[in-house]
């Protein structure tokens, strides 16, 4: 069954920080680039960072930038997204996701096939 699985999302205060997690199985992990995607309240998603194959390159959307880091451990089908600096404006619920594309990097939400399940996170003032 090809399915992703986050893990880590909870309530935390402005300036904390918080890890999540993401399993997948099903496909072959090292052959697509991975994401987390965040949608807040009644906005479109939003692609905030991504990693390729390998974990070698990442990127951030310049609204986490210095904040959050991606990365990837292709010997547990997992990638992370460590959250630290937290502000209210990233309450949103975070989903990971499996990209299109075999190579590169994409901030792009088309560039992306399939999403977990999606994990709340909630950052109070």
């Known amino acids: 069954q090809v399915q992703l699985v986050e893990s880590g999302g909870g309530s935390v205060q402005a300036g904390g920080s918080l890890r999540l997690s993401c399993v997948g199985s099903?496909?072959?992990?090292?052959?697509?680039?991975m994401g987390w995607v965040r949608q807040k309240p009644n906005k479109e998603r939003e692609v905030v960072a991504t990693?390729?194959?390998?974990?070698?390159?990442?990127h951030v959307s310049d609204s986490v930038k210095g904040r959050f880091t991606i990365s990837r451990d292709n010997t547990r089908n997992t990638i992370y997204l460590e959250m630290s600096k937290l502000k209210p404006e990233d309450t949103a619920i975070y989903y990971c996701a499996r990209g299109r594309l075999a190579s590169g990097i994409s901030l792009q939400e088309e560039d992306y096939d399939l999403w977990g399940q999606g994990t709340q996170v909630s950052v109070s003032s």
């Open positions: 990693v390729s194959l390998y974990g070698g390159v990442t």
């Open positions: 099903g496909w072959n992990y090292d052959s697509r680039i």
